[in-house]
């Protein structure tokens, strides 16, 4: 089924972002983004981890709205 919801896993590639979360500020700007992305999509964030070079977001939606 083509809207059927499932879970994904998003992250980004550590090795092309060495500095990805160098400071408390690009911390926030980070958790904001992901705040508003969440709030402007039917998918919902089930969990993430936002790391100093990388970030991994489980999303739960349908492919469609997760792409």
Not at 15 to 30: H, M
Not at 56 to 64: A, F, G, K, M, P
């Amino acid at each position: 089924m083509m809207n059927q919801k499932e879970f994904f896993h998003l992250c980004s590639d550590g090795n092309r972002s060495p500095d990805f979360i160098i400071s408390k500020k690009d911390f926030v700007a980070a958790m904001n983004i992901l705040a508003l992305c969440a709030a402007n999509t039917e998918a919902g964030v089930a969990a993430f981890t936002i790391e100093d070079t990388h970030l991994h977001i489980l999303l739960y939606s349908t492919r469609q709205e997760c792409v």
